[in-house]
C-alpha cells in the first residue's frame, strides 16, 4: 500500500493545498476531513457517473426501452464509469492491477452507491421524466438536477468516511 501511496503522491492524485487537511496519527486515525477534499472526492466520483448515466439514459431512450432496463443499464454504466477514472488515475500513478482494482472500489462504492440512490429518486420522483425523450427539457433538467442534489447528498458521506480513513482516504492514506 506505501508504495501506491507515494506513486499517488507523486502523480498528484488529489492533491492541493486543501487536500492536506486529512492527516493520519501515529496511532492510524485520521484527524478530519476538509470540506474542500470532500468536494473533490465526490466531484470525482460525480464525473463516472455523469457520464455513465447520460449514456445509459441515452441508449435505453434512444433504442426506446422501457424505465427500469434503462435504469439499470445507467447505474450499472455509472458504476463502470466511476470505477475506471479511479482505476485509470492509481495505475497511472504505478500501482498494480489487482491492488488497483481493491483501491477502485474502497475508495468509490459507497460514494457511487449514495449518488445513484439521489439521483435515480429524483428521476423517478419528478413527474414525467421517465417518459420524457431525450430532445425534452425536462429529461435534462431532471437528470442534471439530480446530479446537484446527489452532489449535495453525497459531499457529507465522503468527508465522514474520509474523516475515519474510508472511502477516497485509501488514495490518500500515508502523506
Known amino acids: ?20 487537511a ?5 496511532g492510524g486515525r485520521t484527524s478530519g476531513a476538509s470540506w474542500a477534499m470532500a468536494a473533490k472526492a465526490t466531484l470525482h466520483c460525480l464525473s463516472g457517473c455523469v457520464v455513465g448515466e447520460i449514456l445509459g439514459m441515452a441508449i435505453g431512450t434512444a433504442l426506446l426501452w422501457g424505465n427500469v432496463p434503462t435504469m439499470a443499464l445507467a447505474i450499472v ?7 475506471s477514472f479511479t482505476l485509470f488515475a492509481v495505475r497511472r500513478a504505478g500501482l498494480g492491477l489487482r491492488a488497483a482494482v481493491r483501491v477502485a472500489l474502497a475508495a468509490d462504492t459507497v460514494s457511487i452507491a449514495v449518488m445513484e440512490l439521489v439521483d435515480n429518486g429524483i428521476i423517478a420522483l419528478v413527474p414525467g421524466a421517465m417518459d420524457a425523450h431525450l430532445s425534452e427539457g425536462l429529461f435534462w433538467s431532471s437528470l442534471l438536477g439530480g446530479f446537484v442534489v446527489a452532489f449535495l447528498v453525497t459531499t457529507p458521506v465522503n468527508k465522514w468516511m474520509i474523516g475515519r480513513g474510508r472511502g477516497h482516504a485509501v488514495v490518500h492514506a500515508a502523506h
Open 1 to 20: 500500500m506505501k508504495a501506491m501511496d507515494h506513486a499517488a503522491h507523486r502523480a498528484g492524485i488529489g492533491h492541493g493545498p486543501a487536500d492536506h
Open 22 to 26: 486529512d492527516r493520519i496519527d501515529p
Open 77 to 83: 454504466l455509472a458504476f463502470v464509469f466511476g470505477y
